[in-house]
């Protein structure tokens, strides 16, 4: 059953897999591992938005970290400090704090100001990842508005072990190493990876500032990043499997000024993270228990030398979830729970008082599958902070089939997002937080159509979103700043993906195409906004992306050639026409290949980032690099007997 | 804290700093600046390299923005702190980007870029053809120094430590009075240099953290000073170390009366009448205004509006409030008449603080 289980899994996730890379031959091994002990809760939105960064992918992004995937892969809009600076990602138009990241369905955004960097996400130590836009995630919480990023962790149960390291270098003084060793049998399986990546990231950029424009040396931008991930799952009984997984990081990041400064900033942040998880799952003839208990922990001591200042932050998020997830009969499934998390932190600006938040939620959902011709699904969640109550969060959605090839579907949820703690608590700096603060809430309807025929994969998708009570901080009175819930948004547009794969013999051709126009507008502005802003797209928030991507595999080589196009983006709130960021098109090209001998393989991949040397910036005063290189050799062996 | 949310929080440490901005008129009394109109500082947000320079015609009284990336194609930096009109070219201050940028004010084209020597430079003096100064925080915000300014070659030829965020400037005869605003720190004194010998011959003791100066029509000094405000560990404010705003009159070297806010909250944009009868200042709630004769501090405001700086016309006295709603959407300025009704609202750049007039 336990087997039945995980193949479901797999098979789930690979009927999501909208952009799979299906009969593609990878030019690395990739061994067909699994969770054992994965929650259903994803599962019950019928048809989301749901793309799979596939194995392959993974792997040629080994040796960069999340923010680097999404830089060179188009995923989505990002917000970005430039390379080894703050990176969020940014769907459907919504904010930088509106997308969730769960490591093995944990939320591991940071309490404090609801970001999750990733640039802080090393990439080589989850064997996979997903992501999931728009608003159909209400059953993750918080958080999740614009939707939500899946970095899962699964092991091999083959009786044997394997072993994988890479090493890399590249431009702008860039190093990785990384290591992992994998063992395990039919009942137990663990692994362990470290990773290391050190970059003085001191690319050079052209300062259009100056007169004339300069080719000038990004300065104090160093980053190092330290990460261990452990984990073991077993199998105990034929009907029980546990895991227990680890990942502690420690990194240091040197933080730029501004391109418009004249000197290059003193400031430094270090993070230390511990992320602990344990996992059980029973399955009974009808019914599966989950659950998952997590500690996550992280230090954060920001110094700035030339501002003599110094914020030391700790924060700690203890996480019990419970899901109950029964088969009523054939065609209809259920599932309830609760999710429990303390949230408790210490931070200088907090003053003595050292805040902390409990918060549960219970959750219910339904999925009825009918027929081949239809499905439906709901669900409802509802969380206490406090005590207090939240915006009830439910979700509906439903699929209809035309033919075998063509289908319809549609989602409709409401969600919501936290005030974070800084936005509760700081105080300090002229700046003080506002503990009155409401949740953001946020509806969302789409509805998508769905072509599949022979080796074409096609969706298209409109949609339409309202972010009520925006949380900003803003001028408060005449001499201090203050969050406040400011202003009601509305997004809509459309998404478009299609892939098309083809075999010519040894060789195979992928392509992926995606398109989304998002207008983004401010629809109402309450108190202490600025009455300008109404019906003016988001600051920073492009209408128009996309990008190409186009894949050649031959005989264990395989070229790789992917371009994105980031429409041009308004640098303040009121769309002047004098703040504007220019759109630009990013090319970059891998190539590897493939050697296998016995138990061995070898990997060798080149990777061109932004072939055509283009100077642009995602946010000004924080531009990207040009024309930069990286070589990387990776090592695999195994022993498995059907390795 | 994520780095996003200290960049956030930085900039808002900044532009509580930066709050009591004076703007700054043009020294050049004789040739009626303002007549023609005058130009509007936009700071901008910071870190977004947005800041900007408008042009109020008085002719058409119509506001023309972004003047200068107009004209010259480029950005003109991150935080533009003032600007000054001096012998028909414009000094703008860019604080941010360290840097002063120099133009024609009849076409708005870039003469020079003083950029060596100069690290968080805040406001502009003429004193000759040939000399300027420029008061300048420092790199850390508390070594404050004044940059002495060839102005024929645009370049630092002297730097004259001063005290903690030498701010706003005055130049009498060859004396040239700086108010250490304290910076990121603290200060509360008035330096005295001698634009000849390019020496501090004295030092007033006024308020905590003057940031503006201004001289009446009796030859008083006037000092604005912000007051400071002194947090416990816990961050809640230490009433019993903070002080309130004050205003200094300095009367042959000494200070002869100080004028006590009664709240805690900055004090400053010191500015006058074209008569120099009359002082204008923020406070709290708007703009207050006082006559030379004033022995006590104005119990209300004279208009009640949260301007984020104010600038007096000195060719008709009208008073120019400049207003933030945020830092990332553009702002406005409201000419008010000299009985503060409002005569019209132009939109301009984001953070305007201040004026120059032509």
Request: with cysteine; aromatic share 12%.
């Amino acid at each position: 059953m336990i087997r039945h289980t995980a193949i479901v899994v797999n098979v789930l996730l690979l009927l999501y897999n909208i952009s799979s890379a299906q009969g593609r031959k990878d030019s690395t091994i990739v061994l067909q591992s699994v969770t054992i002990t994965q929650s259903q809760l994803r599962t019950f939105v019928v048809e989301p938005n749901y793309l799979l960064l596939d194995s392959s992918t993974l792997s040629l992004s080994r040796t960069g970290t999340l923010a680097d995937l999404f830089r060179k892969q188009g995923y989505g809009h990002i917000r970005s400090y430039g390379p080894g600076g703050l990176t969020a990602p940014a769907f459907r138009g919504s904010g930088s704090s509106h997308t969730s990241v769960l490591w093995n369905g944990i939320n591991i955004g940071s309490p404090l100001n609801g970001q999750n960097d990733m640039s802080l996400i090393p990439m080589s130590i989850f064997q996979t990842a997903s992501l999931q836009s728009g608003g159909n995630s209400s059953l993750s919480g918080s958080g999740a508005i614009g939707g939500y990023i899946n970095l899962d962790n699964t092991v091999n149960f083959q009786r044997g072990i394997s072993a994988s390291s890479s090493i890399a270098m590249g431009s702008f003084g860039t190093r990785f190493i990384d290591a992992s060793v994998t063992a395990g049998s039919e009942r137990i399986a663990g692994s362990v990876h470290a990773v290391s990546s050190i970059s003085d990231n001191n690319y050079k950029y052209l300062n259009s500032d100056k007169i004339p424009a300069t080719l000038q040396r990004r300065e104090h931008s160093k980053f190092e990043m330290h990460s261990l991930l452990s984990q073991v799952q077993a199998r105990l009984t034929h009907r029980d499997a546990i895991s227990i997984r680890s990942w502690i990081q420690n990194s240091t990041y040197l933080i730029p000024n501004p391109t418009s400064f004249t000197y290059p900033g003193e400031a430094d942040e270090s993070n230390e993270i511990g992320r602990y998880m344990f996992e059980w799952k029973h399955n009974a003839s009808s019914m599966t228990i989950h659950t998952s208990t997590a500690l996550l922990t992280q230090r954060l001591l920001y110094n700035d030398r030339a501002k003599f200042e110094v914020s030391n932050n700790t924060f700690n998020s203890f996480v019990q979830n419970l899901e109950v997830n029964g088969q009523i009969n054939p065609t209809i499934q259920m599932i309830g729970g609760a999710h429990y998390n303390l949230e408790t932190s210490r931070v200088d600006q907090f003053g003595t008082d050292n805040p902390k938040r409990n918060r549960i939620a219970f959750f219910y959902g339904a999925k009825f599958e009918h027929s081949w011709r239809y499905n439906f699904a709901f669900t409802l969640r509802e969380e206490l902070v406090d005590g207090n109550t939240t915006p009830i969060a439910p979700s509906v959605s439903g699929l209809f089939r035309i033919d075998s090839s063509f289908h319809l579907s549609a989602k409709a949820t409401r969600n919501y997002r936290l005030p974070t703690l800084n936005d509760l608590y700081w105080l300090g700096g002229g700046t003080k937080g506002n503990p009155d603060l409401k949740p953001e809430v946020g509806w969302s309807e789409e509805i998508s159509a769905t072509y599949r025929r022979g080796n074409f994969d096609s969706r298209i998708t409109a949609f339409n979103s309202i972010i009520d009570d925006w949380i900003i901080w803003n001028p408060s009175g005449s001499y201090s700043y203050s969050p406040q819930n400011i202003k009601k948004v509305w997004s809509r547009g459309i998404e478009f993906q299609g892939t098309y794969h083809r075999s010519f013999g040894r060789a195979s051709l992928h392509t992926i195409a995606r398109y989304s126009m998002s207008v983004s507008t401010n629809k109402r502005i309450y108190s202490n906004g600025n009455p300008n802003e109404i019906d003016k797209q988001l600051i920073l928030t492009p209408r128009d992306e996309f990008s190409l991507l186009g894949e050649l595999t031959f005989n264990g080589f395989a070229l790789r050639v992917d371009g994105s196009y980031t429409g041009r983006q308004f640098n303040d709130t009121d769309n002047s026409p004098y703040n504007i960021v220019p759109a630009y098109f990013i090319t970059n090209a891998w190539a590897s290949k493939n050697f296998e001998l016995h138990r061995f393989s070898v990997v060798l991949m080149f990777e061109v980032g932004n072939i055509f040397n283009i100077n642009y910036v995602a946010r000004p005063g924080y531009p990207n690099p040009g024309s930069n290189f990286k070589i990387a050799l990776t090592l695999n062996f195994n022993n498995y007997k059907h390795g | 804290m994520a780095k996003l949310s200290k960049v956030f929080f930085l900039r808002y440490l900044a532009i509580s700093f930066l709050f009591l901005v004076a703007c700054n008129d043009d020294d050049n009394i004789g040739n009626k600046p303002g007549t023609e109109g005058f130009y509007v500082v936009n700071e901008g947000g910071f870190g977004n390299g947005n800041s900007s320079i408008s042009f109020f015609d008085k002719q058409t009284n119509q506001v023309v923005n972004d003047v200068f990336k107009f004209v010259n194609y480029r950005s003109l930096g991150d935080q533009s702190q003032s600007m000054t009109v001096f012998n028909d070219k414009g000094y703008i201050v860019v604080q941010g980007s360290g840097k002063v940028e120099v133009i024609n004010t009849t076409d708005n084209k870039s003469i020079a870029t003083i950029e060596d020597g100069i690290e968080s430079p805040r406001y502009f003096v003429g004193a000759s053809n040939s000399k300027g100064f420029v008061s300048d925080w420092g790199i850390d915000g508390v070594s404050g120094t004044v940059k002495v300014l060839d102005l024929n070659t645009n370049t630092v030829v002297k730097s004259i430590p001063v005290g903690k965020g030498p701010n706003r400037m005055m130049l009498n005869d060859d004396l040239l009075y700086v108010a250490n605003g304290g910076g990121y720190d603290y200060d509360n004194t008035v330096v005295v240099i001698n634009i000849n010998s390019e020496d501090v011959v004295f030092t007033y003791t006024v308020g905590d953290n003057p940031n503006s100066i201004q001289m009446d029509n009796t030859g008083a000094i006037w000092v604005a000073s912000s007051g400071r405000t002194v947090y416990n560990e816990d961050y809640s404010v230490n009433e019993e170390e903070s002080t309130t705003g004050s205003l200094s009159k300095i009367v042959g070297g000494a200070e002869v009366l100080r004028l006590t806010a009664p709240e805690l909250g900055g004090l400053g944009s010191l500015d006058r009448s074209p008569d120099s009868k009359t002082l204008y200042f923020l406070y709290l709630d708007g703009i207050y205004t006082i006559t030379m004769s004033a022995t006590q501090f104005p119990t209300k405001a004279f208009v009640t509006k949260p301007y984020y700086g104010i600038a007096v016309n000195p060719s008709d006295g009208m008073i120019i409030g400049c207003l933030a709603p945020n830092f990332s959407s553009a702002g406005s300025i409201e000419i008010l008449d000299e009985n503060g009704v409002s005569q019209g609202n132009y939109t301009v750049g984001i953070g305007p603080n201040g004026c120059a007039f032509k």
